[in-house]
């Protein structure tokens, strides 16, 4: 794989992606502080949940944008054949089967320190858990969904990008 094409597709995923997740962080801060049911101890710890969220899913995009062997275990290129006359019409770029495993794992991780991060805030694991387990619930729906999106795209940006399309086998 070219790495050079990853880079120009990160360039223009990387404002969709900070668009993206300030939009959505600053919505879920204003669900957050508009909910009067929870005390505002209990608020401004969701949104310190949501900000420090935030940040990983920005410092994980970089990492990944960074690595070219991460992209390379994320990312495979498919040919497509016509099945009678055998001749390539189209390659492009798909996600590796691993990788939604990989994404369950890392935040199946990520929705446990979540949980046990609200130990702090009420110093009894079984309450933190039975209080707090919907909104990381939440929190490993959004990362799970968010991830996939930026990973689909950054694939079909890369499938379209003309460079791609010129280094691609012809025959």
């Not at 046990?116 to 079984?126: G, K, L, R």
Request: hydrophobic share 55%; proline share 2%.
């Amino acid at each position: 794989m070219n790495f050079q094409i990853f880079q120009k597709a990160n360039k223009k995923l990387v404002l969709w992606t900070g668009a993206t997740g300030l939009f959505f962080l600053l919505v879920s801060l204003i669900i957050v502080f508009l909910l009067s049911a929870l005390g505002i101890r209990i608020r401004l710890s969701l949104a310190i949940q949501l900000c420090i969220n935030a940040l990983l899913v920005w410092l994980t995009f970089i990492l990944i944008n960074k690595l070219p062997s991460l992209n390379s275990v994320i990312f495979k290129i498919a040919t497509f054949r016509h099945p009678k006359t055998k001749k390539i019409f189209q390659n492009k770029v798909i996600l590796n089967n691993w990788l939604y495993l990989y994404c369950f794992i890392f935040f199946t991780l990520i929705w446990l320190a979540e949980v046990m991060s609200f130990y702090f805030w009420t110093h009894n694991w079984y309450q933190a858990f039975h209080d707090y387990w919907w909104f990381c619930l939440i929190l490993f729906i959004y990362n799970y969904c968010f991830y996939l999106l930026f990973f689909k795209i950054k694939a079909y940006l890369i499938s379209n990008d003309s460079a791609f399309k010129k280094q691609a086998p012809k025959n």
